[in-house]
């Protein structure tokens, strides 16, 4: 699947390419805000998709869960951060 970023009205930007077990929308998950990108799937996909208020009342429901939840939330975040932390060090250099 491809993630992509509008960066005008009609013009797509490919951002980069989910792989099987990809977490998408996760930044909403923290700050509640709107996604920042789309995405295409090229082929038959399966998609995991909760309401944020079923997602968030289920978190409150499942503190355990929850917290398990928000930790690999948690770790993705940091992942991506590194990456993209890595690939602009290199641009610059």
Same mark, same amino acid.
């Given at each position: %699947?491809?993630?992509?970023?509008? $960066?005008? +009205?009609?013009? %797509? =930007?490919?951002?980069?390419?989910?792989?099987?077990? #990809?977490?998408?929308? =996760?930044? *909403?998950?923290?700050?509640?805000? +709107? /996604? *920042? $990108?789309?995405?295409?799937?090229?082929?038959? *996909? #399966?998609?995991?998709?909760? =309401?944020?208020? #079923?997602?968030?009342?289920?978190?409150? #429901?499942?503190?355990?869960?929850?917290?398990?939840? %928000? /930790?690999?939330? $948690?770790?993705?975040?940091? *992942?991506?951060? /590194?990456? %993209?932390?890595? =690939?602009?060090?290199? $641009?610059?250099?």
């Amino acid at each position: %699947m491809k993630i992509f970023s509008y $960066a005008q +009205p009609g013009e %797509m =930007e490919k951002i980069t390419t989910l792989k099987d077990n #990809d977490v998408y929308g =996760e930044f *909403s998950i923290i700050d509640g805000s +709107p /996604r *920042s $990108a789309s995405i295409v799937a090229e082929e038959n *996909s #399966d998609f995991i998709f909760s =309401e944020k208020q #079923d997602f968030q009342r289920f978190l409150e #429901d499942h503190e355990h869960i929850g917290f398990i939840i %928000m /930790r690999n939330v $948690a770790k993705i975040l940091t *992942s991506k951060l /590194r990456r %993209m932390n890595f =690939e602009i060090r290199n $641009a610059i250099l």
